[in-house]
């Protein structure tokens, strides 16, 4: 038996993928959870903006959540500061996850995915995947991939959530030219 350990290549970066996942809007919209959002999934409403984030995007620090919705309602954002937003959001979602002792175990693509979870449910939605969590702490990638398919997130982020679960059963970056079945 042999002893050699499969090297996991990212293909993508977490930022790509996150892109992919939640679009890139410079205005404000309101997504599927009927909140205001603007960059890379940035929820106004429950997350706003950091003081500093203030200071650099509008000049300014101390303004409520909805004086800095109201601003960027009528001024949008740049790419750049799009993408400063989500390098912001990267940093506090993967300081959420390292706090659980087997991520640190995971290899580059499961932790990617772990990330992106983080960042699409919250950390409080996320440890609600118990059984999912469970399996992840004594490697059990396939069964922890099957705990992500039973779940209600799975049926409502369609390709996010098929390509996350084959990213955790496989621990293969995703193929941009997959398609999926959205009915299984």
Request: with cysteine.
């Amino acid at each position: 038996m042999s002893n050699l350990k499969v090297k996991r290549t990212l293909k993508h970066s977490l930022k790509d993928q996150l892109i992919l996942h939640e679009g890139l809007r410079l205005r404000v919209y309101t997504c599927p959870a009927n909140k205001k959002t603007i960059g890379v999934g940035r929820n106004l409403e429950d997350v706003g903006l950091s003081p500093e984030e203030q200071d650099r995007i509008l000049g300014c620090r101390g303004l409520s959540r909805s004086q800095v919705i109201n601003i960027l309602e009528e001024r949008g954002i740049t790419k750049d500061e799009a993408l400063y937003m989500l390098d912001n959001d990267i940093a506090r979602c993967t300081k959420d996850v390292e706090q659980f002792f087997w991520f640190k175990y995971l290899d580059p693509i499961r932790q990617k995915v772990i990330v992106d979870m983080r960042f699409n449910l919250g950390l409080a939605g996320l440890k609600r995947f118990r059984k999912m969590i469970g399996h992840l702490e004594v490697g059990a990638y396939f069964n922890a991939a099957e705990e992500m398919k039973d779940s209600k997130w799975y049926w409502e982020v369609g390709n996010r959530s098929r390509r996350l679960v084959k990213m955790m059963a496989t621990g293969h970056d995703y193929d941009l030219k997959e398609k999926f079945d959205l009915t299984t």
